[in-house]
């Protein structure tokens, strides 16, 4: 995959939570963690020809983010890059907005996933 898919990608998860009429703070928040992992994905996965996967899902009352690809062994590590290092704030940028965040091996991928609670309306029975 290459890097100038992300900007469509990035549209693609926005129109979603959109049309899931997600507040737009928390699509801002999904969004920007969406091109962040899809981007890091993209920079450092070493396979040749690989195909990288966005998926956004409902999960109880949470949106969870997952970007899949198949550079199984290179586990993304959180970084806290220093005030003079021009890149390494992404994954970083992504523990800060989602709720929570984690990676889950598969066969033959690994899945780099961000959890955001939905806020939910208070009931006014």
Not at 104 to 109: L, Q, S
Request: charge should be negative; charged fraction near 30%.
């Amino acid at each position: 995959m290459d890097k100038r898919y992300v900007p469509d990608a990035r549209a693609r998860v926005r129109k979603t939570l959109t049309a899931w009429e997600i507040n737009a703070s928390l699509a801002d928040d999904v969004t920007l963690s969406a091109d962040e992992l899809l981007s890091n994905a993209i920079k450092h996965c070493r396979m040749t020809l690989t195909q990288v996967e966005i998926t956004i899902s409902v999960q109880g009352g949470a949106l969870l983010l997952e970007v899949t690809d198949s550079d199984k062994d290179k586990i993304p590590v959180l970084h806290i890059a220093e005030a003079d290092e021009e890149t390494g704030r992404g994954l970083f940028l992504v523990a800060r907005l989602a709720d929570e965040w984690g990676t889950r091996h598969r066969t033959y991928t690994k899945c780099v996933w961000a959890r955001f609670l939905i806020e939910r309306a208070p009931c006014t029975d």
